[in-house]
Nanobody
Framework: QVQLAESGGGLVQAGGSLRLSCIAS????????MGWFRQAPGKEREFVAG????????RHADSVRGRFTISRDSAKNTVYLQMNSLKPEDTAVYYC?????????????????WGHGTQVTVSS
């Protein structure tokens, strides 16, 4: 059973940085895609970034490109989301996701496995 455990959320001022981590367990993840979604209060869940585990190919949403970077450490079975130049509109619960696929999908229904989420709050 795949398990995903996020950490690294918190309160930060606008313009600041945070790094989210997601430790994945339960199997080897070659052939998987991993990623991050977020959901702000009253809004739908949205894709943030994704990465193919084997190749390291990444995809970022337009709203975060140039500010956020997804990466992975295969030895630690960990996916990271480095978030710089944070804005109040980045405030949300951030979820780590995984799926046995090579497609970097942006729809939440395409991902089979979800973590519990970590809160990120950006103050103005």
């Amino acid at each position: 059973q795949v398990q995903l455990a996020e950490s690294g959320g918190g309160l930060v001022q606008a313009g600041g940085s945070l790094r989210l981590s997601c430790i994945a367990s339960g199997r080897t993840f070659s052939g998987y895609v991993m990623g991050w979604f977020r959901q702000a209060p009253g809004k739908e869940r949205e894709f943030v970034a994704g990465i193919r585990w084997s190749s390291g190919t990444t995809r970022h949403a337009d709203s975060v490109r140039g500010r956020f970077t997804i990466s992975r450490d295969s030895a630690k079975n960990t996916v990271y989301l480095q978030m710089n130049s944070l804005k109040p509109e980045d405030t949300a619960v951030y979820y780590c996701v995984a799926d046995p696929s090579v497609i970097l999908a942006t729809q939440d229904g395409e991902y089979d496995y979800w973590g519990h989420g970590t809160q990120v709050t950006v103050s103005s």
